[in-house]
């Protein structure tokens, strides 16, 4: 047989030169092979802590000393640069930006204030700032913002942390979203710090603790991105509207069932629901959380250093990686890329502008049939379309991304939204109309944030006024206060 191959080789030299060419390739990818097992063995011995990182430890920077290449890329977070077509970390006053807010949250702290997040290094500080925490709040507020929440729900009971005062937790809550929030500080393990994300799960019937790591690359996530409600007078007990489904449909069920208002409204009377920011709802309904995809791979992409494969915790827009966000999966250019995003976006952003509009007048038109003598009898059905439209409208509003993680639940949703808007609509002209007033109903200029303001009766200089003291004699005690304290460690 070896002298067979020899004569072959011999008559058709191209042939040997073939299988040389052959055998070095393969010697050249089991080289590779064996090099590529050898850095990855290399890389899990680099996972070796400096210093012990104690249980609820709250300071990034502590762990920062174990994991410098995940803590500078979370310190990068500080920058807020980044604008995108709708979005980024950009600061933006969104009520300037669309005055029509102001008129659909009369009543309720948002029409004092509302911002673009500016992400996580700067939630403490957003969170003292906001003219929404001038109104009296309980500690529940604090959940999302801060290392120190999972510590001090441990040193005092989740029910009592919650139904605290928002404005007595201030020297105990200090450091930024970080480590602690996603990171068992032994294992460095993805874990749940949140218990309200591991109730909904168990009132599903599902255990948390048998999610897949992917899994867990999203929900770590989920504890925070999503909508929530204070459920209790008294207790305020941080709860996930999850019982029937993620769907605004879903969780508006749930809200009728337990009777749920966030607010009246002061100018249509409407009892509305005011969603927070059902992010992880609304990518449960679209493709990428069909394809497994989660919510890390898109805003925390890996990267690699000196060989190092990590994951970067610059937790940002995709639209400002989309090299090693996007284009993992996708194999078109950046710019292509880019502009599917904004296609989809403007197209949602165009309907929201609708819902906005229509819903604007609607309350506005609500309030002229309540001072034309209409009765509660013939305004129930009003209000009904109102709090449904405006619940529809806000669930795609209030998410991050405008509708991109589920572009067509989201333009279903704003569709809703819209139709029940002019059906309320149609039918105050039908109460108006039984009153013998068939003229158009007057509106007024709510053209820019001040103007719609003034209209709701908002005295913002005055509540500017008390923000600039609070930030002038209360901070600063809570920070003297939480560094007394951190002194201590």
């Known amino acids: 047989m070896k002298r067979r191959i020899m004569d072959i080789v011999q008559e058709k030299p191209w042939l040997g030169w ?6 070095v390739v393969i010697v050249f990818l089991i080289g590779l092979l064996a090099a590529s097992i050898i850095e990855r063995r290399e890389e ?3 996972i070796v802590q400096v210093a ?5 430890e709250p300071r990034n920077d502590v762990w920062g000393e174990n994991y410098p290449r995940e803590y500078e890329t979370y310190r990068a977070t500080a920058d807020t640069s980044f604008r995108s077509r709708h979005g980024g970390n950009k600061m933006i006053d969104y009520l300037e930006q669309y005055p029509e807010l102001v008129i659909l949250w009369a009543g309720y702290s948002f029409s004092h204030e509302y911002n673009q997040g500016r992400g996580h290094y700067h939630a403490v500080e957003d969170i003292r700032s906001i003219l929404r925490t001038r109104v009296s709040q309980p500690a529940t507020c604090w959940t999302c913002k801060s290392t120190d929440v999972p510590r001090v729900m ?3 009971g989740v029910g009592e942390f919650y139904k605290t005062p928002w404005i007595e937790m201030g020297p105990e809550i200090v450091n930024n979203i970080g480590c602690q929030d996603c990171h068992d500080p032994k294992t460095m393990n993805l874990r ?3 218990p309200a994300l591991i109730e909904a799960f168990q009132r599903r019937g599902k255990n948390i603790e048998e999610a897949s790591h992917q899994e867990m690359r999203s929900l770590v996530c989920a504890q925070c991105h999503v909508e929530y409600y204070f459920k209790g007078k008294e207790e305020q007990y941080l709860t996930f509207p999850w019982d029937e489904g993620f769907s605004a449909d879903d969780m508006e069920k749930y809200y009728d069932t337990v009777e749920h208002v966030d607010f009246v409204h002061t100018l249509s009377r409407t009892p509305i629901l005011k ?5 992880y709802e609304l990518y449960m309904t679209g493709v990428h959380a069909k394809r497994g995809v989660s919510c890390a791979d898109c805003h925390m992409p890996y990267r690699s250093e000196g060989g190092v494969k990590f994951t970067n915790h610059k937790i940002m827009s995709p639209l400002a990686t989309i090299s090693t966000s996007c284009q993992v999966c996708h194999r078109e250019s950046e710019e292509d890329l880019r502009q599917d995003v904004y296609e989809r976006q ?8 609708r819902a906005e509009a229509a819903l604007a007048k609607a309350h506005i038109e609500a309030k002229f049939a309540w001072d034309k003598g209409a009765t509660e009898q013939e305004m129930e059905p009003v209000l009904k379309l109102i709090r449904q439209s405006q619940w529809r409208w806000d669930w795609v509003a209030a998410g991050n991304g405008l509708g991109f993680h589920s572009p067509v639940e989201a333009a279903r949703t704003l569709g809703a939204s819209i139709e029940k808007a002019e059906q309320a609509r149609t039918q105050i002209v039908r109460v108006l109309a039984r009153r013998g007033y068939t003229d158009p109903i007057p509106l007024p200029d709510i053209s820019t944030k001040a103007k719609a303001q003034a209209l709701i009766g908002l005295d913002i200089d005055k509540f500017n006024a008390e923000k600039e003291e609070f930030l002038e004699t209360v901070v600063p005690q809570w920070d003297a206060q939480a560094e007394a304290r951190q002194a201590k460690y």
């Open 18 to 23: 073939t299988l040389f060419l052959g055998t």
């Open 44 to 46: 899990a011995d680099l």
């Open 52 to 56: 012990p990182i104690p249980e609820w």
């Open 154 to 156: 441990n040193e005092r």
């Open 192 to 194: 749940i710090t949140r």
């Open 275 to 279: 969603a927070q920011h059902p992010d």
């Open 346 to 353: 403007d197209k949602i952003e165009e309907l929201r502008g």
